[in-house]
């Protein structure tokens, strides 16, 4: 029984290791392009996340604070434009972003006028973590924390 547990205990720790690297196996891979001419990104880590929300509470009327608690669980950004790299290594980073997602939760896929988007993630409960939205048209964004799909369903409800 010992061992049945501790190989369960052992399986799902490597799975979990597994899924908590995705976000910076493809924050790896866009170091790796963004020399190209054409790849933009913008990376912000937890001092960015805080002094923008920070910024933003302070500046912002009740609608915006109100939005912004929506995504005051995240903890690091990255935003990637590879839209207008050349086109054979657009080719190259989409394929190996689409390894690193291959093994991921799908959570929702969109498709309009030929482009899909793509959103993945890990559910917990009521919360998505380490949400990835990835368009092969040229966009990734990867965040690292978490985003409450109660108060994202608000958000969108007082927006419409």
């Given at each position: 029984m010992k061992k049945a547990f501790l190989t369960l205990l052992l399986t799902l720790a490597t799975l979990l290791s597994a899924w908590?690297?995705?976000?910076?196996?493809?924050?790896?891979?866009?170091?790796?392009?963004?020399?190209?001419?054409?790849?933009?990104?913008?990376s912000i880590g937890p001092l960015g996340t805080a002094l923008l929300k920070g910024t933003v509470r302070s500046a912002a009327n009740k609608q915006d604070r109100e939005a912004l608690k929506v995504f005051s669980d995240i903890k690091r950004l990255l935003v990637?434009?590879?839209?207008?790299?050349?086109?054979?290594?657009?080719?190259?980073?989409?394929?190996?972003?689409?390894?690193?997602?291959?093994?991921?939760?799908?959570?929702?896929?969109?498709k309009d006028d030929g482009e899909i988007v793509?959103?993945?993630?890990?559910?917990?409960?009521?919360?998505?973590?380490d949400c990835i939205i990835y368009s092969s048209d040229g966009d990734l964004v990867v965040t690292q924390g978490s985003i409450s799909l109660n108060q994202l369903g608000d958000l969108i409800a007082a927006t419409q």
């Open positions: 908590a690297g995705k976000p910076s196996q493809l924050a790896r891979l866009a170091r790796q392009y963004k020399h190209l001419d054409g790849f933009e990104m913008v990637v434009d590879f839209s207008d790299i050349q086109a054979d290594k657009k080719a190259t980073f989409s394929a190996k972003v689409e390894k690193i997602l291959s093994g991921m939760d799908l959570i929702m896929e969109a793509r959103i993945y993630g890990v559910e917990k409960g009521d919360s998505v973590q």
